[in-house]
Each structure stands twice: as C-alpha cells, then as structure tokens.
C-alpha cells in the first residue's frame, strides 16, 4: 500500500470496513454463538472500526455506527459496562455532529440495553423513550427501528 495514492488507501479501508461490518452481522445473526464467536465478532467489530476511520469519504454517521457497533457486540458477549462507553461515545458523536434521525435513535438504543443490563432500569427506559421519539423521515429506517424496538429495553 506505500505506494497507492490516499485516495486509494482510503477506497481500500472503505472496502475493508464494509466487508468487516457486514461479517460482523454474520454472527450478531447466528441463533447460537460459542465464547470464540463472540472473541471474533468483537475483534471484526474493532477492524471495522478501524477501516471506517480511514476510509475515503467518511463522515460523523460512519463513527456513530462505528461505535453503536462496539456497544451492541459488547452487551452481546456479556460486557455491559465496555457497551456502555461505546453507546455514550454513539451518543455523544451524534449530539457534536448534529445526527438526528437513524444515528440518534440507535444512541439512545444501545444505551439504554447496556443501561438495563447494568440494573439501571430509570436510565434505561428514559432512553428507550429517547429512541421511540426521534422521528425517521424514511420508512424503511422507520420500519427497522420500530421493528428492534418491539421489545422493551
């Protein structure tokens, strides 16, 4: 790679956090996971990040969904608290950047499942509501969030 141009480092590292993204829903979706599952999903969920960083044309929303990434893994392999710190640093991302919509929603998401889980049942359903209140202008983002917040917190 020394001798790519930025631009093609960054398309590189675009490539390499989408294929890392989606490979992380790969086992976010396995109906079981094994304690080695989850050591990769964290470890792919980590790369994306670090590929999203780098990558051509990456905005505020790609470290939001960077970091909302690290917290669901987190909560997912039994580390509230780590998911915690991921979900305020989600929160705080949107909040300096003006993200609203999809991003904001999925902040207070993931904060209020790592809240839950840490017994913080106020917090939690204070950032519950958070997420049900943020208006998505699209239907279908629409659709997929009311969908992941059928169940409570």
């Not at 904001?104 to 917090?123: D, K, N, P, S």
Request: proline content about 3%.
């Amino acid at each position: 790679m020394a001798d790519q141009t930025d631009d093609e480092r960054g398309g590189w590292h675009r490539a390499q956090g989408v294929e890392c993204n989606n490979s992380v829903w790969e086992l976010i979706d396995k109906t079981e996971r094994t304690a080695d599952d989850g050591e990769e999903m964290l470890r792919r969920a980590f790369a994306a990040a670090y590929h999203w960083q780098r990558a051509t044309g990456r905005g505020p929303a790609n470290e939001a969904r960077a970091v909302w990434m690290l917290s669901k893994v987190h909560l997912l392999i039994g580390q509230p608290e780590r998911a915690l710190h991921y979900g305020d640093r989600c929160l705080a991302e949107c909040n300096q950047h003006g993200l609203v919509g999809f991003d904001l929603a999925y902040a207070h998401e993931c904060r209020a499942r790592a809240l839950r889980v840490l017994g913080r049942e106020q917090e939690a359903l204070q950032e519950w509501a958070g997420a049900k209140a943020v208006h998505i202008a699209d239907p279908e983002d629409q659709a997929v969030l009311d969908a992941d917040l059928a169940v409570g917190p």
